[in-house]
């Protein structure tokens, strides 16, 4: 969105997906990263030891990312936010608030005390464009109407003032949702979150990606779309033909980029030495759920007996991933959280079938072993991920 200043090396990142899109920074970004910590909900500070913009844009888990200009406790507006707007070619400015508390009358008093500063120090050519609702700027909007969004951090006394580099790459995922040949809406992860996963699994141009579960091969989509080359299986042929179409239309699609190979399999994935017996992957990235599609809030009874059908299953294809997994692969798999009558949830754990299989989690920060999702996979059914790796 717009050039990064070299020099910075601080950046604020608005994250999609939570502490999950943190374990993506980190998988992108690698020993670059000197520091992140998190400073008030969904954002986070990134200290980089060498800035690169070019990894920066692989990021698809991020709703921004900003350059930090200055941080200040006692005046929120300084000379240097002056150098910015005027250096800033675009007519349209925006502001985006990140606070805990009273958003909407900090958002006020800020977009107040910012046109005051503007005409205080004639800065008369730029346009104030307010978010359609809240007290953010959206990354669509900042991209299609180029909008210079300047960035309002509270941490504590302290404000951090920062401006948007970078948007995710949003019209090339709703290119994928709104053109794919055809949809299974029950069933489909949607193309950014699938391409956070694969991310995730941390894999070269070259290596192998297995998805035992592949259903219509969304995850083996932005997959192959890194050069990563991929196996699909699934129990239901036609899935297959599904996930092959949809190869085969974005193989099509994107000519210009070396896609990976890919083979696909109807097969059991659980029974993995069978279908595969001289093959070992460097990473797995699945999302088998194995639900009834639910027409009503289920009962609690009904939840936990789906779960208890849908364990089984988990168990013994997580066996026989490990067998397939080479040593130090990622396992990414998603699980289901199911909520219930009366406002539980219910969550499908993996903590006996890690101990069983060996594979060690990556914890979260609260010591959870998996990542909680918001982005529901259906209204009754959320997504968890655990991300496992072979030593
Ligand atoms: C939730 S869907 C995967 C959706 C996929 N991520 C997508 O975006 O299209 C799970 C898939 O697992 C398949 N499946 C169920 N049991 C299986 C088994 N034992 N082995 C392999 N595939 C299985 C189903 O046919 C279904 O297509």
Redesign the pocket.
Known sequence: VNPINPNIKSLIFVSAYGELSIIEVRSILKENISKIEKICDSTYEIQLSNPSPKELKQISSCHKIGCIIYRNQDKIFSDKLVEELEYSKKKNFSISLYCSGDPERKYRMLTEGLLDFCRHNHIRKLRLIRPSRGHEMRAEDIASREIFDLMFVERGPETIVGFVTHVHDFRDFHYRIAKRPQH?QT???SARL?RTLVNIASLQRGETLL?????????LGEAILLGINCIG????PR?VSESKRYLDWIASQYSRTKVGSYKLIV????SLKKILPDKKVDAIV?????LPPYTRTPSYNEAQESLQRSRS?YSD?IKAMTWVLKDKGRLVIVTPEIRVKGGHTLTLELDQEIKKSGLTPILSETGKEYFRLDSQSTRWVNRNVYIMKKI
Request: contains cysteine.
């Open positions: 299974d069933i489909e992860m699938a998805d035992p579960f592949c259903g219509s091969g969304t995850i299986i699934d129990l239901n899935k097969g059991d994935a659980r699945t999302e088998p759920i194995l299953i294809a």
